[in-house]
């Protein structure tokens, strides 16, 4: 079993950053790929970033490109997204999730595991 814990969501205004964490524990030593998936009010759940457990691949939305990082520390079992530049229409609800594979990284059903979320608001 793997337990996702996110943190770091919050209420900013545009142009600010926020960083989110992503913190797994259980057996998160066999989960190959790890992401950030957003989920606004009224709007189905969409992709946000990827990576690679071994940090080599990282995949991102085209709408976040060049204002999101993704990143992981595995020495603490924790999956990062910094967010720059936040615009209102980044507003959601973020969700960390995890798969054993590297597959379809963007791909919802991909992931078996799933945190609780946090939200993120930022104001025009």
């Known amino acids: 079993q793997v337990q996702l814990v ?3 969501g919050g209420l900013v205004q545009a142009g600010d950053s926020l960083r989110l964490s992503c913190a797994a524990s259980g057996r998160s030593f066999n989960m ?3 992401g950030w998936f957003r989920q606004a009010p009224g709007k189905e759940r969409e992709f946000v970033a990827a990576i690679s ?14 204002r ?3 990143s992981i ?6 999956v990062y997204l ?8 980044d507003t959601a609800v973020y969700s960390c999730a995890a ?4 597959s379809s990284p963007s ?8 945190g609780q979320g946090t939200q993120v608001t930022v104001s025009s």
């Open 73 to 78: 520390d595995n020495a603490k079992n924790t």
């Open 68 to 70: 999101f990082t993704i």
């Open 53 to 66: 457990w071994n940090r080599f691949n990282t995949y991102y939305a085209d709408s976040v490109k060049g």
């Open 6 to 8: 996110e943190s770091g």
């Open 32 to 34: 190959l790929t790890m």
């Open 107 to 114: 791909r919802e059903r991909a992931y078996g595991y799933w």
């Open 99 to 102: 798969q054993p594979y590297n």
């Open 82 to 89: 910094e967010m720059n530049s936040l615009k209102p229409e």
